[in-house]
């Protein structure tokens, strides 16, 4: 048990207290139910630590999927001013750009129930997946390059989905900043023949239907309906990205003595953010961040491709579009309100989504004046959720929430519970079937290996940094 002294400040957030050598203090969103789980992964000893970080700005913050990660938590985010703070390629993530996507169609639970075995075999076909895969689409150095600086817009431009897409991905699925020469030749290579592949942990191309509305405004103003058929497409920048993060950890480990930055932590190796280190992993973090927009952008055209097959049905016939696709594993250049005051901040969220309120001129103009749509995917077995972000996430938590569910138990522990079972088995019984790349990975991405994100999702929402507009439950889906 953590020994992180937590003082509650409402039924939804826990400060820990600032202390030298604490910059600032920590805080966490979490509900009493969850709180154990939180100090049994000791997870709060990184949050303190993040807070000792130079130029962080007001709190060490964690969302309720709060668990242990490579220096900073998962589900941790912090802001640093962008004069005197400092960027870290462990606030981001190996999995640069780790991201969901959420596609509707004009289908519903009964047009596909009967038919669900079919198409998940048909998006297994379909989908490359599991560790190391490779996909169908073959790419030069020279394109691999432009999909760095495009992201999404690439892929749309080589065919693959519409441009009406683009404006509803964050950052319109291409990010400034990027510089292909930032980045590595291995990564390079790694990257080259992963483009449209799913990878494998807990990546996953889901079907599911909306089982409840919670706001019937906001579910008409993204498209949304009761027993609607909608799929959920969850993965990153693949073995790009880890290899962006793998370099540049060894390079910020000498820039931390460089420049006298003091860590609690080695994971935590970091650069002054105005630092030509700190820029040029800026510009290979944005080049991945691309790699995952073009990714997903592909994978929702073979989703396009597999549905046809499975249904004999028209593009026309199903409708699917894009409701909203997400990112997570990722820092970025904002300028939020701080006491009183404008200030450019360079917020790193860790398995954390941006949660923007009404009126932010960063939001797609269709979705402006209602908030950012967030995406919370839980487990394979339970539920998922829709919200939108609210004024009370920018004023709390630099405009950010959960990313999901959070782990209970590690890939190890979970493959040990899981001995003896048949989890396939487990989840037709619950309604859902399941196709993986592999037996481990049902085991280690078992339902009881996840918090349940229903709990996650109430700490958000009673804490008012977002708002729920509908629940999906899973039919079935494709797991790397």
Not at 453 to 477: F, M, N
Request: overall charge positive; glycine content about 10%; aromatic content about 6%.
């Amino acid at each position: 048990m953590s020994e992180i002294k937590l003082k509650k400040i409402s039924d939804f957030t826990w400060e820990i207290p600032k202390e030298k050598p604490m910059n600032v203090p920590g805080k966490i969103y979490t509900t009493e139910k969850m709180l154990n789980n939180i100090r049994e992964d000791n997870v709060a000893e990184q949050v303190k630590n993040v807070a000792q970080l130079p130029g962080i700005i007001n709190h060490s913050l964690a969302m309720p999927d709060i668990h242990w990660g490579y220096g900073f938590p998962i589900g941790g985010v912090a802001a640093f001013d962008v004069n005197n703070g400092v960027i870290s390629p462990g606030g981001v993530g190996y999995d640069i750009n780790c991201g969901v996507r959420l596609l509707k169609t004009g289908l519903a639970k009964n047009d596909i129930q009967d038919k669900i075995k079919n198409i998940i075999h048909q998006l297994f076909k379909f989908i490359p997946s599991g560790v190391g895969s490779t996909g169908k689409l073959k790419v030069s150095d020279h394109e691999l390059k432009q999909v760095m600086k495009k992201g999404a817009r690439w892929a749309v431009e080589n065919g693959y989905g519409e441009k009406s897409d683009l404006e509803k991905i964050e950052e319109c699925g291409e990010m400034a900043g990027a510089d292909p020469a930032a980045v590595s030749d291995r990564a390079i290579k790694r990257g080259r023949p992963q483009l449209g592949t799913l990878g494998s942990g807990n990546h996953f191309v889901e079907v599911q239907y909306i089982k409840e509305i919670f706001d019937d405004t906001l579910a008409g103003r993204l498209g949304l309906f009761e027993d609607q058929i909608v799929i959920t497409i969850h993965t990153g920048s693949r073995g790009f990205g880890h290899q962006v993060c793998d370099d540049y950890i060894r390079n910020m480990i000498q820039a931390s003595a460089k420049y006298g930055i003091n860590l609690p932590d080695r994971q935590l190796c970091c650069a002054p953010i105005s630092s030509p280190e700190g820029q040029q992993y800026f510009s290979a973090m944005v080049c991945a961040v691309n790699f995952a927009f073009a990714n997903r952008q592909i994978i929702s055209f073979w989703v396009q491709e597999a549905l046809m097959r499975a249904l004999h049905i028209s593009p026309k016939d199903m409708q699917l579009s894009t409701v909203y696709e997400v990112a997570h594993n990722i820092a970025k250049m904002e300028t939020h309100i701080v006491d009183g005051k404008k200030v450019k901040c360079c917020v790193h969220r860790k398995g954390a989504t941006r949660a923007f309120g009404p009126g932010r001129k960063e939001l797609p103009e269709i979705y402006r004046d209602i908030g950012q749509p967030v995406l919370i995917p839980g487990d394979m077995g339970r539920a998922s959720y829709v919200l939108v972000g609210t004024e009370g996430a920018m004023e709390q938590t630099f405009g950010s929430t959960c990313h999901g569910a959070g782990r209970l138990l590690s890939r190890k522990k979970a493959k040990k519970a899981a001995l003896g079972r048949s989890i396939n088995k487990e989840l037709e019984d619950l309604g859902v079937f399941v196709m993986a790349s592999s037996r481990a990975t049902l085991a280690e991405e078992m339902p009881e290996a996840y918090k349940d994100v229903s709990d996650v999702v109430e700490a958000v929402v009673g804490a008012g940094i977002s708002k729920k507009v509908a629940k999906l439950r899973p039919l079935g889906g494709i797991k790397g």
